[in-house]
């Protein structure tokens, strides 16, 4: 491999790795805004808290959820599209719809059809699997189930091999 072409893909790997880096604790808002852009959704916390969101839906597989306290500083930061957080969501009787956005972030795909009624919401994850974790949200705004199914594009990849 040419040795420019190596240091380019060294260089966006290491740019790639920073873009997803979590911000510094006691970092402040402007200063996350500066570096993140606006977030994909906003969520009120207690105490006059906010939960910023970076989603990559709907075909991206990380969702960043950023805590600032009252006074705009960060307080925490995860990415929330992963196993724990999906056995935590699954463990958690009554859940309504928007503790549901707040907890994971928005969905990268949502259809009619869910039980009873409502709709199913879904989201990629990080996984060599081709799973991806689903969630029926009833039409009164409760979380009636939640489960890992086959992502539709990898079971339509299956379709077309001979």
């Known amino acids: 491999m040419p040795r420019s072409l190596a240091s380019c893909l060294m260089l ?4 790639g790795a920073c873009a997803v880096a979590p911000p510094p604790l006691g970092s402040g808002r402007d200063e996350v805004l500066r570096a993140r852009g606006q977030p994909s959704a906003r969520y009120a916390l207690p105490g006059g808290g906010e939960r ?5 839906g709907p075909y991206g ?8 306290d009252a006074a705009g500083r960060v307080t925490g930061a995860r990415q929330v599209l992963s196993e724990a957080e999906f056995l935590a969501v699954q463990s958690a ?3 309504t ?18 039980r009873p009624g409502g709709e199913v919401w879904s989201w990629r994850y990080p996984t060599n ?5 689903q969630a029926s949200v009833t039409d009164d705004g409760l979380v009636s189930s939640a489960a890992y199914g086959i992502d539709p594009r990898c079971d339509g990849m299956a379709d077309h091999t001979p």
Do not use: K, N, Q, S
């Open 93 to 95: 009787p009554g859940l």
């Open 52 to 56: 910023l969101e970076y989603a990559t």
């Open 61 to 68: 597989r990380t969702t960043w959820m950023i805590d600032l």
């Open 129 to 133: 699997d081709c799973l991806w974790f």
């Open 12 to 15: 966006t790997l290491l740019l």
């Open 97 to 114: 719809r928007e503790a549901l956005l707040r907890w994971i972030g928005r969905p990268g795909e949502r259809r009619h059809g869910g």
